[in-house]
């Protein structure tokens, strides 16, 4: 893999494990080494001191915005009158850099030249944060995540570069399972005309809501029908959405990427003109609610967990991975719709589902060994008994910058200057973590990296319940907020009510419940404080950790 569209310097990469790759397209597994050779023709009398040559890796988020602007303008009869133009913002946001110095004043690996051919090999890590590489375009503009292996040679050799563009796949989550079960909801079933004819509750439980490309999701439907109008059909719909932004505009795409039916059963069957009455009586004289009690809401939980009305959700090899960057977001959520008669009302609920690298890439990198290939492919006319190859030259974690801020143009990130933007608050204060959070790649690596570290440790013990939401709060990925709230749990002395209050005040809706699971069992006066927590939970989220607050001594 590479190009040697020069006579100065040629750049050729290892090509990627061949057991990584969705669809066809082979990928680079964050966490894992690069490998590559420079190819270099020196010239005569050439020095050390002469030249550098280095080899840098790139990644960054990449948009074009389009938008439309008013421009006024005088016609051919002299009226003055408008028209839409189309117009283009441009955004950069470097993801991760990497430098390397191959050869040159500086390595040990290189003293005086003669005229010939050398071969400089390096190797560097891909860091393990780094999310998957994609291209998406719509609303008439694009976006990327995209990474580069760049080689650049300066000095009396001349200024040369070559580059080879990379395909990175992120590391696989941990494989648990992370389900949902979805909060039910009662919708009242109007016509038209505004007539009320009742009620619809339905819930479901969602087996995985963390997949990846070509998986499967499992979901199970509860339903039952208190109105007087049919249930036509009930399906599930995957939708991905995409947004991308400049400083003043942005572009948005949504669509539906895969659907699939229930079944229908006897309780989506509507009401008798007879029970309906005895529905409205009972609303009527504050027996049952409108919006739903609690025994209709067990009635539905029993049904999901006996999971007779489900069905599978295909995900397309070629959907994207969820990303939550400073210029792009990428999100997907399944849509359940309850389909009526026409002019009734189709009540829906959404969850929302994260897609990451697929289990069968976790599995390859169990499988595969990272260990250093054989010798790449020469240049064209080189002969291998007049190549002189230099030891190879690995880089440190010291080369290496990850996050930074968003720059306004359409011109290629200046890529000499490696310096991190250190503007902002720092040191070891909440102010300084949630601003490092908020330039991070992943808000979860940046955690576990200070929970790992020895400066912070006093930091994470003494957090008080206020500084534990506000952390929470920056962690963009809301599938990350329970891991999170777990591992900074683990580490805070006294982790109280009080903190798991404040975490359920924060994290998303979704992850409430998750959330609350994972840190139960740390809570120190959870038995004693348990009707504080209760008071933070609905009816709903009560009932789907019972079993939680049983197991509590």
Sequence with gaps: ????????????????????????????????????TCYVTAPEGAKAE????????????????????????????GNRTSRQVSRYEYAKRDICRISIDVAGT?????????????????????????????????????CS??????????????????????????????????????????????????????????????????????????IDMGCKNESATD????????????????YRHQNFTSKVIAKKEF????????????????????????????????????????????????TILSLPMSILHDYAGSCIQVNHLIT????????SRNPSSSVVLNVVSPKSVEQALLTSHDSAPSAPELPQGWEAGSVFTSPSVNSTSNHTYLGGTVTSSDQEIVIDNFSPDMSGPTGISIEGLSHEMQRSINAKSTILDKIGSREWGEFFKNLSPMDYSVILKHVASEFDQPDVAFY??????????????????VVSESMRVTALQKTLPLCKDAIVNKNTILAELSDWEKICTEYDFSKLK
């Design 1 to 36: 893999m590479g190009n040697s569209n020069s006579n100065y310097v040629n750049l050729v990469l290892s090509p990627p494990d061949p057991l990584i790759n969705l669809g066809g397209t082979g990928y680079y597994a964050a966490g894992r080494k690069v490998y590559g």
């Design 50 to 77: 002469d030249i550098q040559l280095r080899v840098y890796f790139t990644g960054k988020e990449d948009v074009c915005v389009h938008y439309y602007q008013t421009e006024h303008y005088t016609d051919i009869n």
């Design 106 to 142: 500086g390595t040990p690996n290189t003293n005086d030249f003669q005229k010939g051919n050398y071969a400089f090999p390096f190797s560097f890590d891909l860091p393990k944060s780094l999310p998957t590489s994609m291209f998406h375009s719509g609303d008439g503009g694009h």
């Design 145 to 218: 995540i995209a990474y580069k292996v760049k080689a650049e040679l300066k000095g009396k050799w001349s200024k040369r570069s070559n580059e080879v563009p990379i395909q990175v796949i992120a590391v696989p989550p941990d494989s648990e399972p992370v389900p949902n079960l979805v909060n039910p909801t009662t919708e009242r079933i109007k016509t038209c005309c505004c007539a009320d004819r009742g009620s619809v509750t339905f819930g479901a439980s969602i087996d995985d809501t963390r997949v990846g490309n070509g998986e499967e999701i499992k």
């Design 231 to 246: 249930i036509t059909s009930v399906k599930a719909e995957l939708y991905e959405s995409v947004t991308w932004r400049g």
């Design 263 to 310: 079944q229908k059963t006897d309780l989506m069957a509507k009401k008798e003109k007879r029970e309906m009455q005895l529905i409205r009586s009972e609303e009527k004289n504050g027996i049952r609610s409108p919006h739903g009690n609690d025994d209709l809401f067990r009635e539905i939980y029993q049904m999901l967990h006996d999971g007779k009305n489900s």
């Design 336 to 343: 359940l719709t309850i389909n009526t008669p026409c002019c």
């Design 488 to 505: 900074v749990a683990e580490s805070i002395r006294s982790f109280s009510s009080s903190h798991v209050v404040a975490m359920l005040r």
